[in-house]
């Protein structure tokens, strides 16, 4: 069996007129409608620490566990485990809150992934 496929014709592609480029978007502009609903995880981060796994074991109710950081620093603001922001504790109709004291520049952040 023997099958004789055509030769596939494509259209050309001109350069967009001047009415074409005024309504679209430029490439500024970023539509973010795409990602608005997209669920993110935030959490705030008082500090961290590493112990071995006899002491992990050995904690019960009551005991301490030591942080790196100090009384008084700022907490880090973490989405999706990236940093974002640095706040502090605020407490609000009995709720806590963070209220964000240092943002993190989009450059930053670019460069703490590398």
């Keep these: 069996m023997i099958n004789d496929f055509g030769t596939a014709e494509f259209p050309e592609f001109d350069d ?8 679209s978007i430029s490439g500024d502009e970023v539509n973010l409608d795409v ?7 935030i ?3 008082i500090g961290r ?10 904690l019960n109710q009551g005991s ?7 009384a008084g620093e700022p907490l880090d603001v973490l989405v999706n485990g990236t940093l974002i922001a640095h706040g502090e ?6 709720k806590f809150g963070i209220r964000l004291t240092d943002v993190i ?5 670019v460069k703490r992934l590398a």
């Excluded at 990602?35 to 995880?41: A, F, G, K, R, S």
């Excluded at 590493?50 to 992990?56: D, F, G, K, S, V």
């Excluded at 504790?89 to 009995?94: F, P, T, Y």
């Design 16 to 23: 967009q007129s001047d009415d074409k480029k005024s309504s």
């Design 89 to 94: 504790v605020v407490v609000i109709n009995d």
């Design 49 to 58: 620490t590493q112990i071995n796994i006899r002491n992990l074991l050995q």
């Design 105 to 109: 520049s989009p450059s930053e952040r």
């Design 43 to 45: 959490s705030m981060e």
């Design 64 to 70: 301490v566990v030591e942080l790196e950081r100090f």
């Design 35 to 41: 990602i608005l609903d997209v669920p993110v995880t």
